[in-house]
C-alpha cells in the first residue's frame, strides 16, 4: 500500500458502512469529507470502541514508539509480524477502523514515470481497513493500516494490500472483548479477498497532493 487514500464520504456514511448505529462521540461533524487525496501524516478519520459506544476521530495517518523517534513513522504494519514484534506492542491492543472509499498504487509499466491506479470495492461500499494506534489525545496520537500480502491480479498493482474487514468482522474487530489471539487470527485470515476490489488507471495529477477533486479517481480514458 503506497500511501494515498481517499475519504471523501461523511463520518455518518462510514457508520452506515460498519452497520452500527452506535455513534457516541464524533468529533469530525457531519459533513461531507471530500477528500480524494489523503497524505501520510494527514489526519484520517478512524473509528473505535471506547465506553460501550463508537467514535469518530481524527487521527494523524502514521505512529512510532517514542524509543524510535530517529525514524521516520510507519503507516502500515505487516499482519504477519505487528502482534508479535515489538514495534507495535504498544499499540497492538487499541484497534480501530479506518474507513476509506479507496487508495492509490503506483505501478512501472515501463513509462518515464509510474502509472497510478485506484482501487475500490466493486460493490461501491467503503473499505473497512483493520488498524491500531495510539489514541490518548496527545501529540503522539497516530495510527498504521494493517497489510497482507496482495492476492490474485491484485499483485499486478502491488505486493501488499490493506486488511478490509468484512462489517461484521469490523466490529468484531473494534470490540475491545475481542481476544488479542483472536484479533491477531481475525486479521491473519479474514480480510476481503481480490474479487471484492476493482482498480483502473488514472490521472498522474494524484502524484501532487495539493490536488484534489474527482476527477482524481476517473478512469483513465
Known amino acids: 500500500m503506497c500511501g494515498r487514500l481517499t475519504q471523501y464520504r461523511g463520518v455518518h456514511d ?65 499482519v504477519e ?5 515489538a514495534f507495535f506492542r504498544a499499540i497492538w491492543p487499541h484497534r480501530a477502523v479506518t474507513p476509506i472509499d479507496g487508495w492509490y498504487e503506483w505501478v512501472d509499466e515501463g513509462g518515464p514515470k509510474k ?22 489525545s496527545n501529540e503522539h496520537d497516530g495510527f498504521v493500516i494493517i497489510t497482507a ?23 468484531q474487530w473494534v470490540d475491545p472483548a475481542l481476544p488479542k489471539e483472536q484479533a491477531e487470527q481475525l486479521a491473519l485470515s ?5 474479487a471484492e476490489f476493482e482498480w483502473y488507471r488514472v490521472s498522474s495529477a494524484v502524484g501532487n497532493v495539493r490536488n484534489q477533486g474527482q476527477e482524481l479517481i476517473r478512469p483513465l480514458e
Not at 17 to 46: C, F, H, I
Not at 121 to 134: F, H, K, M, V
Not at 152 to 171: I, Y
Request: with cysteine; net charge positive; hydrophobic share 35%.
Open 14 to 78: 462510514f457508520v452506515d458502512a460498519l452497520g452500527s448505529s452506535n455513534l457516541k462521540v464524533n468529533t469530525v461533524g457531519d459533513q461531507q469529507l471530500g477528500r480524494y487525496n489523503v497524505a501520510p501524516t494527514t489526519p484520517v478519520v478512524v473509528l473505535r470502541e471506547e465506553g460501550g459506544g463508537l467514535r469518530a476521530d481524527l487521527v494523524k495517518w502514521g505512529w512510532r514508539p517514542h524509543w524510535a523517534a530517529d525514524r521516520a513513522a510507519p503507516i502500515n504494519a505487516r
Open 81 to 85: 509480524k505487528v502482534g508479535h514484534g
Open 115 to 136: 502509472q497510478p491506479y485506484y482501487i475500490r470495492r466493486r460493490d461501491g461500499q467503503p473499505s473497512l481497513c483493520a488498524s491500531i494506534g495510539q489514541f490518548a
Open 149 to 171: 500480502d496482495a492476492k490474485g491480479g491484485m499483485v499486478d498493482v502491488h505486493d501488499r494490500r490493506p486488511v478490509v474487514l468484512s462489517p461484521s468482522l469490523a466490529r
Open 190 to 194: 479474514l480480510g476481503e479477498g481480490p
